[in-house]
């Protein structure tokens, strides 16, 4: 029986500069995973690498045995992982519901078709306001993204993240900007929304990590110094140095 | 939803007044409106690629010029070819051309891309000027405009008027449906592309591919537009396929507008009339043409669709903003 | 042999006026993303300039060759200040149509100005002489023409690549807002740099004029081969301009030699060939 998702060995250079050094960690299906780690620690180029974006140096992702490392965020999606974005990455000038759709219509394979239109589909709009509900943007479903608070940006990200009904989801710092209030918001829209799938987050307020991770990895200059439940690593001594050693 | 139905409330008072047209014009301007319908689509092909999908290319004059002598070659060279099926070759072969060209030139943005075509642009030209014994050279082709055949009968359209009616529902129906493309999946996605290419991707699009698909398309609607050209006069010189003839399409789809979907059929509508007279009356029609282009970047950079939509605007006190979201062209 | 020593100095000296053309073009697009379709135009001014100059000083270029590149150093420096500036908000589409719409207006004020005919100016002087080489009588001029070209060639990789401007105008197409907040005056460099390539293209105009004669086509004819060289040697690249001048310009001269109906085609197949081997040319950098 192969690991649900093994990240394997994972190393990273950009032209000679050694970003990541061998990164190892193991995810369980439908366990919330939160990757940690001091600035700089290269928590952003390996969630760049797991979604597609870069392409690792050497090492291999491990998708339920099989290797999706190098293949294109397109196709990545299509394997049924998503990813959210730290700055806001949505569609600005549609409206939320336009932003929605484009990911349920990609679902279901409506992407290049010359006849048919996605509004018209009675299927997709009930499935695109389902979201639109789940993140709690009901009220604003018709007007453009960029007329939305920066708290419903935030929310429409991670319902674009949704929209295309995956399995695994990567979510890079979510609460990034919020307020108090809003993040506590944030977090119970996550806590909702990711029940019954794999969560990959990378965070750096710690109380959203442990509130929200089932398994956090601790990130520490370009390798994986532990990885384990929020009370073990709450009293691991590595973590801690390497915490304190960055102040 | 109110929206839709004006929209095709419009197009068929549009088709309409299209008909009657013959029994209110000239013989002479029933001539030029049936050129101004040919070149709305021509523009309306190209504002696909520059309006929707933010590609600006110097050269889609090598998708007309090439649809045109397709057009014209294959009625000279195929005895008895109906006029249907010579419209068919042109798309065919501008389809393939375009799969093969896009292929090659799509791997540039921006600038870069521009520089390509219209370097492939030239290359046409070049070809075009030099292949004497098929293209005519610098002499062009002459043919005469073959009967259609409607499979239990043939219909002649020698008649300028029997043309133009040809002309409306042919080519008055690709323009429609190049608007109606604008709101199926792919027309969506290509205008989403625009908006935010890196989300795309991760929402599972193949951004490339889309792109590839989207040019080609646009290159066999030019070409259709090319063949549409060519019976039209029937005559075809290199001018067709040379890069004057997509400064024009670059002009009218400018001087009406990207934004709107309807802004390059104004635009075609002024610039053939603008042509027209001014050409008459002066031989210094590019310098105009000049003057027009840096008189439009500098401060009618919506052009004239985007001005016809912000008087609108004023006039209904700014409550329409929703109809015509400029360039961002969600209904329009 | 001496057919073939004809056709290969005819080629270098085709190579040196390209090279002296695109060099100025690659430059403004590299440096500022900016693809000057009035280039082209630029240079038949300088060339036209230069007409009237040496009609007056029978004949003689050098006061042309002081002159004509000072006053498109200036037209260029306006144009980039008073309409390139206004539009660059914009977007490339809007620069590209602002230089295009530019280089039909210049085109017809020339033609407006000195009528739609070639207008023949001979060089008087020295370099209307021949000299003996490869075996061959040959005219200074040419030779002359690609003297320019390495002149030229060399003091822009001296300028780029050791002074403390070139560091600036390398770093500024990096990174323009950290150049900015260095305290370097980035519009300023910009201008320069689009009114340096306006100089360099009425150079090679004024060189251009006694070798093609001077007519209101000799803009668009040399657009394309300097379009071509840029895609050939890749993307903003010096060397490659160097190279690609070299490579289209004996490829010019041998192919009407060789393939007198392919002649034109010939260019755009190395071109095409370039483009599936080595997408962004053969200097050009990975974009």
């Known amino acids: 029986m192969s690991d649900y998702l093994h990240i394997k060995d994972i190393h990273k250079d950009f032209s000679g500069l050694q970003v990541l050094t061998g990164v190892d960690f193991k995810v369980v299906e439908k366990e919330r995973h939160a990757v940690i780690g001091p600035n700089g620690a290269g928590k952003t180029t390996l969630f760049n690498i797991i979604s597609g974006k870069f392409k690792a140096s050497s090492g291999a992702i491990l998708f339920k045995g099989e290797d999706l490392s190098g293949k294109p965020p397109h196709m990545l999606n299509r394997y049924g992982l998503s990813r959210s974005f730290q700055i806001t990455n949505v569609f600005s000038e549609l409206s939320v519901f336009e932003n929605i759709l484009t990911g349920v219509r990609s679902r279901y394979g409506l992407r290049y078709n010359f006849f048919k239109r996605p509004d018209h589909n009675k299927d997709f709009r009930e499935k695109t306001e389902a979201i639109i509900e789940e993140v709690g943007l009901k009220d604003v479903g018709d007007l453009p993204a960029s007329a939305l608070s920066y708290g419903q940006q935030r929310a429409l990200e991670i319902g674009i993240t949704l929209s295309t009904e995956p399995e695994l989801i990567l979510l890079d710092e979510p609460t990034a900007g919020m307020t108090r209030e809003e993040t506590g918001q944030a977090i119970s829209l996550i806590d909702r929304v990711t029940a019954d799938r794999t969560l990959i987050i990378i965070e750096h307020d710690m109380d959203v990590v442990f509130s929200l991770a089932d398994t956090i990895s601790v990130l520490h200059y370009g390798k994986i110094l532990a990885s384990d439940t929020p009370d073990e690593i709450r009293n691991d001594q590595r973590v801690k140095d390497a915490y304190l050693g960055e102040e | ?332 | 042999m001496n057919e073939i020593a004809v056709f290969f100095l005819h080629g270098l000296a085709y190579a040196g006026l390209l090279f002296l053309v695109s060099a100025g073009l690659t430059l403004v697009f590299g440096m500022m993303n900016v693809l000057n379709f009035a280039h082209a135009a630029m240079y038949m001014l300088g060339a036209y300039f230069s007409y009237s100059i040496m009609l007056r000083m029978s004949g003689q270029i050098w006061l042309s060759l002081i002159v004509c590149p000072i006053a498109l150093f200036i037209i260029g420096a306006l144009i980039e200040r008073f309409l390139l500036r206004k539009v660059h908000a914009n977007g490339h589409v809007a620069e590209l149509l602002l230089t295009f719409g530019l280089a039909y207006i210049i085109t017809e004020l020339v033609k407006w100005y000195w009528g739609n005919y070639p207008l023949a100016v001979n060089v008087t002087g020295f370099l209307n002489g021949t000299v003996q080489i490869m075996g061959i009588t040959y005219p200074i001029y040419r030779i002359f023409i690609f003297l320019c070209a390495i002149f030229v060639g060399l003091l822009m990789a001296f300028i780029l690549y050791k002074t403390r401007l070139g560091i600036i105008l390398r770093a500024a197409v990096n990174d323009s807002e950290t150049v900015n907040t260095l305290g370097v005056n980035v519009p300023l460099v910009f201008m320069g740099v689009f009114a340096f390539g306006a100089a360099l293209s009425g150079f090679a105009g004024v060189i251009a004029g006694p070798l093609l004669s001077t007519f209101p086509g000799m803009a668009h004819d040399i657009l394309l081969d300097a379009f071509v060289v840029i895609v050939v040697g890749g993307f903003g690249s010096l060397g490659g301009a160097v190279v690609a001048s070299l490579l289209i310009g004996e490829l010019q001269s041998f192919g009407v030699l060789l393939f007198p109906k392919l002649s034109i085609a010939l260019m755009y197949m190395l071109m095409a060939a370039v483009l599936i081997i080595k997408p962004s040319g053969l200097f050009g950098e990975e974009q």
């Open chain 2, 1 to 332: 939803m109110k929206l839709k139905t004006n929209s095709y409330i419009v197009i068929i008072v549009l088709f309409l007044l299209g008909a009657v047209m013959p029994l209110v014009l000239r013989r002479y301007n029933l001539f030029m409106l049936t050129e101004i319908i040919i070149f709305a689509l021509y523009a309306v092909s190209y504002n696909l690629l520059l309006g929707y999908a933010g590609l600006l290319s110097f050269g889609h004059a090598m998708f007309f010029g090439l649809g045109a002598f397709v057009a014209a070659v294959s009625i000279i060279h195929i005895p008895g070819l109906t006029l249907l099926s010579a419209v068919i070759i042109s798309l065919v072969i501008t389809t393939i051309t375009g799969f093969l060209i896009g292929g090659l030139l799509l791997r540039h943005k921006g600038a870069y891309f521009a520089l390509l075509t219209m370097a492939f642009n030239a290359l046409f030209y070049a070809v075009a000027t030099k292949w004497h014994s098929v293209t005519g050279g610098d002499d062009g082709l002459s043919i005469s405009r073959p009967e259609m055949d409607l499979g239990f009968a043939s219909l002649s359209v020698s008649s300028v008027s029997s043309f133009y009616y040809l002309i409306l529902i042919v080519v008055g129906a690709s323009i429609v449906f190049c608007w109606y493309f604008t709101h199926t999946a792919m027309g969506k996605t290509v205008l989403l592309m625009r908006e935010n290419e890196e989300r795309m991707k991760f929402l599972g699009y193949n951004t490339n591919i889309s792109r590839l698909i989207l040019f080609t398309f646009t290159g066999a609607i030019a070409g259709l537009a090319g063949a549409f050209y060519t019976l039209h006069f029937q005559f075809v010189s290199i001018s067709a396929i040379s890069i004057d003839m997509t400064t024009a399409v670059l002009l009218m789809v400018f001087v009406g507008g990207t934004r709107t979907f309807w802004g390059p059929i104004l635009g075609a509508f002024v610039y053939i009339i603008f042509q027209n007279y001014l050409s008459d009356i002066t031989d210094r029609w590019p310098l105009f043409m000049g003057l027009i282009f840096v008189f439009m970047v500098l401060y009618v950079p919506g052009g004239l669709s985007q001005t016809i939509v912000s008087i609108r605007q004023w006039f209904s006190g700014r409550t329409g903003t929703q109809d015509n979201g400029p360039a961002k062209a969600e209904e329009t």
